[in-house]
Structure formats: structure tokens, C-alpha cells
């Protein structure tokens, strides 16, 4: 038990909230807990692996803006018919906290071990563009629900929120004269926004932080589940994919004109539009804009977790001006 107590002691600092999530995971579990090892500790989420006679569960606590995770889930398993995601079995949600069945041996970047298995990532993909898909009808209810709403037409609300806070860009490391242009690219933002969504391609519920690492292969079933689902947005489907297509180049070396890159790219994107002229020119318009998506993103991270906690994530760090200054370089290419 007392590693519980050190595991949830990232999320919370009150010992009256340590020995309710400990008494909660007793009651949920009895006598069968035979052993515990945390799996993950970050400021924006910690899970626990328990060990029972029946097999490994997982106990995951998020801040509270997170915990629609189980909402989430929810929802996709019942509205969506969705299965390759975790179940949840109980939730506390005065504790923001919910139990899990293991859905996977090992996450995909685990199993590359540094050297990139297509075939693997190729099943992960198609598990992802289902996912998309089979929440197109239902975008109105998860945002009723309190998923947040990062479509295109909120774009150029949601941006202006962030560079009319001229304190927020200073701190954040960017000058005078760089805070003016992105003031001043409003209109250009607008444009992007509405000739993107003018190819018609519809906007579902997407994973903010989608990669290989939240990916789990089954050894026993094959199949890969999608984890990490608490970080979703109702936005446009090629933003979370064209993030992921980062991935494949920076951390596994692999080359833009392999093979292998373009068997993912074709992965990512077939069946959304049926002109590949038309596809290509809504792939250029996303790059101009995926930075602006991927501060959403880091910002909702921020506002829901520590800052302090957070900035002691090196990777974390820097990313507010890096993400306005490649927004910045993407306008020189539309003027």
C-alpha cells in the first residue's frame, strides 16, 4: 500500500485524499492484490499496474479536467461500438480516479525497441482511422459531454484568445515585434481555416497526443488498443495524424521517400478524400496550420496539470514560442 501512497503523491499533496484512493482500491479489489509496480507518473496522469489472481489491472488517476477520460471511453464503447480501448470496470470520480482491464502486453514504441515494425504500426493506424471515423455522427454529444472544441470555425476564437494575452506570448519568450505579426495574421488564419473545411472532410474526435506509445499489442489477441484517451478534441482528422507522421522521421530515422513513410502516409489519409489533387492541397493547408493545433494541445496540458511539475519535463519546455515561431514561418509561405 505504501507504494500507492508514493505513486499518487504526484497528482495530490493531502493525505486524506492518499488513504481514500487506498481504501477505494481495497474495496474495489479485497485480498486479491498481490502485487503493485507504477507504470506511469506524470503531472498529467499516474497509472498503477495491480497484480490479482484473475490477471493485471490498472488504477489511473488524472487531474480533474482529464478524468472525462472515462466519459470518453464510454461513450465510444457504447455510442461508437469501439472496442480496442481500455475498459473501465469502476470510477471514482470525487477521486478522479477509475480501474482498467489490461488491453496489452507492451505499447508499440516498447516493442520497436529504436527499430521501426511497420506492419505493427500499419494495424495501429487502421485501429485509429476506425476510431475517427465511428465518432463523425456523434462530435455534437462529446461536446455536450465537455470534450473540448477545436473545430475549424473555433480556430480563429480559440487562437485570438491566446495572442491578445500579450503577457502570456512575453513570458513565453517571444519579442515585440514577433507578438505584432501573429496579431496580425488573423486573416490569414481565417483563410486557412475556411478553405480547409472546404474540402468537405469531416470533424470528429481525435487523440491530442496520438503516437506509438499509446498504442498496447495484445500478445495473446494480436490486436492493438488505443490508451491515453483523455487527451481528445473534437477537431479536423488530418491534424492528429499529421502530427503522428512526425514520428516516423525524427525518432525512427526513416526517410520521407522510403517506402515505409509512404505506406504510412497512404495509411493515414486514404478514403478521406477521393481526388488526390484535392488531398495533397488539404495536406498543405494542415501543415500550415498544425502548429497552431499542437499548442491547443500543449495548452490544455498546461491549464489542467502543475506548471511547476511541468516544466521539470525538459521536452515540455519552450514549447509556447516554438509553435508560434513555426506558425510564424508557415505565413511567410502564403504571403
Known sequence: MQQIANWISILTNNKNTHNQIILWAKNILGSNMLGTEIVVQTPWSSVLRISTPEGPFYLKQTPPTLF?????????????????????????????????????????????????????????????????????????????????DWRLKQFPTLYQDLVGNESFLTVNGLEASQIKTLQDAMMSLEALCQELSSYGIPECLNHSDFHENNMLFSSTTKKISIIDLGETAINHPFFSLAAFLKIPGNRYKVPMD?????????????????????????????????????????????NATCSIALGTIPRMNNRVKEAFLWFIKNLNTIR
Open 68 to 148: 472525462i477520460e472515462v466519459d470518453i471511453l464510454q461513450k465510444y464503447r457504447n455510442l461508437c461500438k469501439i472496442t480496442d480501448i481500455p475498459e473501465v470496470i469502476a470510477e471514482n470520480k470525487n477521486l478522479h480516479c477509475f480501474f482498467m482491464k489490461e488491453c496489452g502486453d507492451a505499447t508499440l514504441r516498447t516493442l520497436f525497441d529504436g527499430h521501426l515494425k511497420i506492419d505493427l504500426l500499419v494495424q495501429g493506424l487502421q485501429v485509429y482511422n476506425a476510431m475517427q471515423r465511428a465518432t463523425v455522427p456523434h462530435v455534437a454529444v462529446f461536446i455536450q459531454a465537455g470534450v473540448p
Open 258 to 302: 522510403s517506402t515505409d513513410y509512404h505506406i504510412l502516409h497512404d495509411t493515414c489519409f486514404q478514403g478521406w478524400l477521393s481526388s488526390n489533387e484535392d488531398l495533397q492541397k488539404a495536406l498543405e493547408l494542415t501543415e500550415k496550420l498544425l502548429p497552431i493545433y499542437l499548442l491547443f494541445a500543449h495548452m490544455r496540458l498546461v
